[in-house]
């Protein structure tokens, strides 16, 4: 049983998603996977969400690769990355290279895991919120889920990017964690019949 939070979750759906069968997952929970990745670079680019979480996102970025500057100044041009000013330039100037993508395009789309939602073959659960700055609704893969009976889309209408608070206390458990024990225990309690859906 794995679970999966945001750039994780997108990074095990892409993975569910190229292994079919070929897994020792038995079911798997993703929370706030940013399904497309071209969408949620768009979205972090609007005015407000750009001011307000792009161009930190991207300075801590940098500081990850200015803290290995020695050693990836060798390989990249570490001034022009860290000139960034989004995600995007940052992907297109470090990112997109380093994994050896021929463009930054090629990068997004290989990491979008919309693309490979038809060959999971595993239970999996997604849980996303419509008002997740990160993962804009609209970019939401509920037709590709409506073509396979091993994937889930649970969408409420709050939560945010991993937040999914409740109560008028919400430091206690999450409707994320509930979410998350009550897949686990059908997975681990009714995994052979899940596989038969």
Not at 35 to 59: H, M, Q
Request: hydrophobic share 40%; with cysteine; aromatic share 12%.
């Amino acid at each position: 049983m794995a679970a999966g939070v945001s750039m994780g979750g997108m990074m095990l759906a892409n993975y569910l998603g190229r292994k079919g069968r070929e897994t020792c997952l038995c079911g798997v929970v993703v929370f706030s996977a940013g399904w497309d990745v071209f969408e949620c670079t768009a979205s972090l680019e609007k005015p407000l969400d750009r001011f307000l979480f792009n161009s930190y996102l991207t300075s801590c970025l940098q500081a990850s690769v200015d803290r290995h500057r020695p050693i990836l100044e060798k390989l990249f041009d570490i001034d022009y990355v860290m000139k960034a000013k989004t995600v995007r330039q940052f992907d297109e100037r470090f990112t997109s290279i380093m994994f050896g993508y021929p463009t930054n395009e090629d990068y997004y789309r290989d990491a979008s895991p919309i693309h490979k939602l038809k060959s999971v073959q595993v239970p999996m659960l997604c849980l996303n919120a419509a008002d997740d700055v990160f993962s804009p609704n609209h970019a939401f893969p509920v037709e590709a889920v409506k073509q396979n009976p091993n994937v889930a889309l649970l969408i409420t209408d709050h939560g945010g990017h991993i937040g999914f608070l409740e109560g008028v206390w919400p430091w206690r458990s999450t409707y994320m964690d509930r979410v998350f024990r009550q897949f686990a225990k059908a997975v681990i309690e009714q995994g052979s019949c899940l596989q038969d859906l």
